[in-house]
């Protein structure tokens, strides 16, 4: 990978994750729906998932923004920050996350999401 497709993910990554935390900070219903709209815009052309006998438990939507602010290196009072939601509301997301995607620690959390498609 080179050094301009790197960067240019990892920006993709960042824009996916601030998508997901404003769609999560709004109680508008079609604000949000527009903004997770735009997010899943970001995983389209994404190469196809490979198959598997392996599929993980349903990610909820506050999982998978866990995940993706998680995912670009925020630490869990970060993450909490970004969501507007608690340190311990963030633990436990990503403790559930990590059991559904059978993951021992947060890294391979994300790295399963992102070998699934469920996070840029």
Not at 34 to 56: C, D, I, N, Q, T
Not at 73 to 100: C, D, F, I, P
Request: hydrophobic content about 35%.
């Amino acid at each position: 990978m080179t050094t301009d497709t790197a960067a240019r993910l990892e920006e993709v990554r960042h824009t996916f994750a601030r998508l997901r935390c404003q769609a999560g900070a709004t109680s508008d219903p079609e604000q949000k729906d527009r903004l997770h709209r735009m997010s899943a815009k970001l995983l389209e052309g994404a190469p196809p998932v490979a198959k598997s006998s392996f599929y993980p438990q349903h990610l909820t939507g506050r999982e998978i923004d866990v995940l993706a602010v998680v995912g670009v290196g925020a630490t869990n009072n970060e993450a909490a920050q970004r969501l507007g939601v608690s340190t311990e509301t963030v633990k436990g997301y990503l403790r559930t996350a990590m059991h559904k995607l059978q993951a021992t620690n947060r890294y391979s959390a994300v790295q399963s999401a992102r070998r699934l498609r469920l996070i840029p």
